[in-house]
């Protein structure tokens, strides 16, 4: 059996160009928007959460499987948030003992 050697592939070096900088900008700013609309959601939930919660309380015609769905979603999308937090403070002690 005849074992041929592949060559591999160079790398291609990444030039920054004003389309690059252009880019690294907006994709800033669709973090920044990304970021505001997944709190908005997670206040969102927790809103709907709530008014479930005080339409059953209230004796309201609302199903009880209804308002404990929702009251799982925002207990779920509220652990996702602390967990990503909790995430993005652990990355960044990390940088800041890294010595330059």
Sequence with gaps: M???QVALA???AP???QSNS???VESSESFGSILKDAISSVNET???SDLMTNKLVAGENVELSDVMITAQKAGVTLNTALQV???AVEAYQEIMRMTV
């Design 46 to 48: 927790q809103t709907q």
């Design 22 to 24: 252009a880019s690294k």
């Design 2 to 4: 005849d074992v041929t």
């Design 10 to 12: 160079q790398p291609v």
């Design 85 to 87: 937090r909790n995430k």
């Design 15 to 17: 030039t920054l160009t």
